[in-house]
């Protein structure tokens, strides 16, 4: 009989890189210790090669600089990656010896590697391994990666300008004064951020407040320079000149709680011109508020972990188990469709769960020793207990259980529903973000109790918590999709709607011929919005945001 653990690789082999959208973008920060040379007379000239795996096989993605003759490198060049939740993303890390005579790669120059999948580097912030070389340490070496998100992407700032004594530009009446905001990019080109609305016949203007974000502001660097430009309003569109002056997000930055930033305007002509010219007026910064959206990956880095529970369908509909028409035969070569997508959806929640042990429970069969109908027995006949270790310990508590089970019925999911949403209750008393839960359901069929599963959908919307059901064999599962709240939003019996949707439900016979990564990504893409929408829609930050947040370039 062929190993499961066989299939698990199987599985986790044919995951691959595909072209979903992205998430969010990663920047990784390599640094090595103790790494030695196979010439013990000089040090070596280290550079990592950063590798990622699609469809079975090794690709370069980028490489580090060269630190000449240095054991103990730190790399100034970044790794950026596109970060995808849904996917398990291969790494590998390798550490080679490059000479200054050539830049090629040779077996010999080869300095040891590490593997790791980018949900583990996120997910711990900073994980340093051994080098292994042909699979033994590489003497004492090793390898620390940091991972920072790409700062600046979702933040963004208010801004509410005014000025005072502005030059007058008309002769018949004031000036009709607007204020244009320019990003001075890398190559000194200029990108307009802002342009306010013009404020007619005032040479004390005051603009509307503006919101813009941090990326459009600064591409997130803060000392970037930004070049601010008032002009008096013509209609025929001729503009004229009025002042301009100079700033950055981090002078701005100074009028935030009360106080105000001034900044004098410039006509650089008629300061070349006039002797006791002093200004052409002067641009008032009264309010700088930042405001922070936080993003998955802040709640990731910040420690919460993500609760992943099992829950199978042990009805009678899904045929005699030692029968190999039914959906649960447990074949010697070749997993069922209950096992592949339990594999294919945990190989990925696994790398967010510190502990790596997950509850996993049946539902709609009689169970030992009095073999009474059970909705929400443990699989592995531990109720004070029910986790199991790893992915690998659902799998193998899964095939021993089947054949002390008798398969009845009815197909009720709202127990284990409530169940998952009693744990998320208890986590939403800690008002932080630490454990946020995801139950995958496998069934075969139809279920019996609607009403009581949208009751518990609905509650279970106010928690910390996502429902996932992949649907099992051939039945018609059109009932289930009115749980999926995209096409509609769900009502409990009494008309009570879902606060946000949290069921996605996907048939598995729409991937019974794609790879276990194409089922896994679809079922979970949605979880990254879940968790966001949860936590920002009540105001709750990331854990440990003071280490992570100082790491961002914005931090305050």
Same mark, same amino acid.
């Given at each position: 009989?062929?190993?499961?653990?066989?299939?698990?690789?199987?599985?986790?082999?044919?995951?691959?890189?595909?072209?979903?959208?992205?998430?969010?973008?990663?920047?990784?920060?390599?640094?090595?210790?103790?790494?030695?040379?196979?010439?013990?007379?000089?040090?070596?000239?280290?550079?990592?090669?950063?590798?990622?795996?699609?469809?079975?096989?090794?690709?370069?993605?980028?490489?580090?600089?060269?630190?000449?003759?240095?054991?103990?490198? !730190?790399?100034?060049?970044?790794?950026?990656?596109?970060?995808? *939740?849904?996917?398990?993303?291969?790494?590998?890390?390798?550490?080679? #010896?490059?000479?200054?005579?050539?830049?090629?790669?040779?077996?010999?120059?080869?300095?040891?590697?590490?593997?790791?999948?980018?949900?583990?580097?996120?997910?711990?912030?900073?994980?340093?391994?051994?080098?292994? $070389?042909?699979?033994?340490?590489?003497?004492?070496?090793?390898?620390?990666?940091?991972? +920072?998100?790409?700062?600046?992407?979702?933040?963004?700032?208010?801004?509410?300008?005014?000025?005072?004594?502005?030059? =007058?530009? #008309? *002769?018949?009446?004031?000036?009709?004064?607007?204020? %244009?905001?320019?990003?001075?990019?890398?190559?000194?080109?200029?990108?307009?951020?802002?342009?306010?609305?013009?404020?007619?016949?005032?040479?004390?203007?005051?603009?509307?407040?503006?919101?813009?974000?941090?990326?459009?502001?600064?591409?997130?660097?803060?000392?970037?320079?930004?070049?601010?430009?008032?002009?008096?309003?013509?209609?025929?569109?001729?503009? #004229?000149?009025?002042?301009?002056?100079?700033?950055?997000?981090? +002078?701005?930055?100074?009028?935030?709680?009360?106080?105000?930033?001034?900044? /004098?305007?410039?006509?650089?002509?008629? $300061?070349?011109?006039?002797?006791?010219?002093?200004?052409?007026?002067?641009?008032?910064?009264?309010?700088?508020?930042?405001? $922070?959206?936080?993003?998955?990956?802040?709640?990731?880095?910040?420690?919460?972990?993500?609760?992943?529970?099992?829950?199978?369908?042990?009805?009678?509909?899904?045929?005699?188990?030692?029968?190999?028409?039914?959906?649960?035969?447990?074949?010697?070569?070749?997993?069922?469709?209950?096992?592949?997508?339990?594999?294919? !959806?945990? /190989?990925?929640?696994?790398?967010?769960?510190?502990?790596?042990?997950?509850?996993?429970?049946?539902?709609?069969?009689?169970?030992?020793? %009095?073999?009474?109908?059970?909705?929400?027995?443990?699989?592995?006949?531990? +109720?004070?207990?029910?986790?199991?270790?790893?992915?690998?310990?659902?799998? %193998?508590?899964?095939?021993?259980?089947?054949?002390?089970?008798?398969?009845?019925?009815?197909?009720?999911?709202?127990?284990?529903?409530?169940?998952?949403?009693?744990?998320?209750?208890?986590?939403?008393?800690?008002? /932080?973000?630490?454990?946020?839960?995801?139950?995958?359901?496998?069934?075969?069929?139809?279920?019996?109790?609607?009403?009581?599963?949208?009751?518990?959908?609905?509650?279970?919307?106010?928690?910390?918590?996502?429902?996932?059901?992949?649907?099992?064999?051939?039945?018609?599962?059109?009932?289930?999709?009115?749980?999926?709240?995209? =096409?509609?939003?769900?009502?409990?019996?009494?008309?009570?709607?879902?606060?946000?949707?949290?069921?996605?439900?996907?048939?598995?016979?729409?991937?019974?011929?794609?790879?276990?990564?194409?089922?896994?990504?679809?079922?979970?893409?949605?979880?990254?919005?879940?968790?966001?929408?949860?936590?920002?829609?009540?105001?709750?930050?990331?854990?440990?945001?003071?280490?992570? +947040?100082?790491?961002?370039?914005?931090?305050?």
């Amino acid at each position: 009989m062929q190993k499961m653990s066989n299939i698990y690789e199987s599985a986790a082999n044919t995951l691959g890189i595909f072209n979903s959208p992205c998430l969010t973008k990663v920047e990784l920060r390599v640094a090595c210790k103790g790494i030695s040379d196979r010439d013990a007379l000089s040090k070596p000239d280290p550079c990592v090669i950063l590798k990622m795996q699609s469809h079975g096989q090794w690709f370069e993605v980028d490489r580090t600089e060269v630190i000449r003759t240095c054991i103990n490198p !730190v790399f100034s060049k970044l790794f950026t990656v596109d970060f995808y *939740f849904e996917e398990v993303q291969r790494l590998r890390f390798e550490v080679h #010896d490059i000479s200054s005579n050539h830049n090629g790669l040779k077996e010999a120059d080869f300095l040891g590697g590490m593997e790791c999948t980018l949900g583990q580097i996120v997910s711990q912030r900073k994980l340093s391994k051994s080098l292994l $070389k042909h699979g033994n340490t590489a003497g004492k070496s090793s390898i620390t990666v940091i991972a +920072e998100e790409l700062s600046g992407n979702d933040d963004y700032v208010e801004l509410s300008f005014s000025a005072r004594k502005l030059d =007058d530009k #008309d *002769f018949f009446s004031k000036s009709d004064p607007f204020l %244009e905001i320019f990003r001075v990019n890398d190559d000194a080109t200029q990108q307009l951020v802002h342009r306010t609305e013009v404020v007619m016949n005032n040479l004390n203007p005051a603009w509307k407040t503006f919101k813009v974000s941090v990326n459009s502001l600064c591409s997130g660097d803060q000392d970037r320079r930004l070049k601010c430009i008032v002009w008096d309003w013509d209609s025929n569109g001729k503009h #004229d000149f009025i002042g301009e002056f100079s700033s950055t997000f981090k +002078e701005m930055r100074g009028a935030m709680e009360g106080r105000q930033v001034q900044w /004098e305007c410039i006509n650089p002509k008629y $300061k070349a011109k006039k002797k006791n010219y002093k200004n052409s007026g002067i641009v008032i910064l009264n309010q700088c508020k930042i405001h $922070k959206m936080h993003s998955f990956l802040d709640y990731i880095m910040g420690g919460c972990q993500i609760q992943f529970t099992v829950a199978i369908d042990f009805t009678a509909s899904n045929g005699d188990p030692r029968n190999s028409c039914s959906l649960h035969y447990i074949h010697p070569y070749q997993p069922n469709e209950y096992l592949k997508a339990l594999v294919a !959806v945990g /190989e990925i929640c696994q790398d967010y769960d510190s502990d790596k042990m997950f509850p996993a429970f049946g539902f709609g069969a009689r169970i030992p020793p %009095e073999y009474k109908v059970s909705h929400d027995f443990a699989i592995n006949f531990n +109720e004070d207990n029910p986790e199991c270790a790893g992915i690998q310990g659902v799998v %193998e508590a899964y095939q021993s259980c089947l054949p002390k089970l008798q398969l009845y019925g009815p197909t009720n999911i709202a127990p284990i529903i409530q169940k998952v949403a009693k744990s998320a209750s208890e986590e939403t008393n800690t008002k /932080e973000a630490s454990q946020y839960f995801i139950l995958l359901i496998l069934t075969d069929g139809v279920i019996t109790d609607m009403a009581d599963t949208r009751e518990a959908i609905v509650h279970a919307s106010h928690l910390p918590m996502s429902v996932i059901i992949v649907g099992v064999g051939n039945a018609d599962f059109s009932d289930m999709q009115m749980l999926d709240g995209d =096409d509609g939003i769900l009502r409990s019996p009494r008309g009570e709607p879902v606060l946000r949707d949290i069921v996605q439900f996907v048939p598995f016979r729409n991937f019974k011929h794609a790879s276990p990564a194409a089922l896994a990504k679809s079922v979970l893409a949605e979880v990254p919005n879940q968790v966001v929408d949860y936590y920002n829609g009540k105001g709750i930050k990331p854990k440990c945001m003071s280490e992570y +947040e100082s790491s961002r370039t914005l931090a305050p």
